[in-house]
Nanobody, 127 residues
């Protein structure tokens, strides 16, 4: 079972940027479809962005399209989420998740076929 550890969260001003990282151990991320979810207090969990293992295709929630970018560094066994132009609505705990291939980005982000979770990292937007 792959273990996931997120980092990179913090407090940022509106319009600012953060890059989240998810480091994996116990497995090779290239063999998994990977993604990021978030959950704010009182709200449902949301699939933010996912990347398919087989072909690298990506999924982005409408709320983050054009602002967030998911990427994978196979050498570091790490997946990233670059978040730009952050808004108050982006404040949440962000979780990294994986599911084995051949599940797709949509399987993970939309259908919620999750194999493993990290513990999350907090993203806060100052007011």
């Amino acid at each position: 079972q792959v273990q996931l550890v997120e980092s990179g969260g913090g407090l940022v001003q509106p319009g600012g940027s953060l890059r989240l990282a998810c480091a994996a151990s116990g497995g090779t991320l290239a063999e998994y479809t990977v993604g990021w979810f978030r959950q704010a207090p009182g709200k449902d969990r949301e699939g933010v962005s996912c990347m398919s293992s087989s072909n690298g295709r990506t999924y982005y929630a409408d709320s983050v399209k054009g602002r967030f970018t998911i990427s994978r560094d196979s050498a570091r066994n790490t997946v990233y989420l670059q978040m730009n132009t952050l808004q108050s609505e982006d404040a949440a705990v962000y979780y990294c998740a994986t599911v084995p291939r051949p599940n797709t980005a949509q399987d993970l982000c939309i259908r919620g076929r999750i194999g493993a979770w990290g513990r999350g990292t907090q993203v806060s937007i100052s007011t």
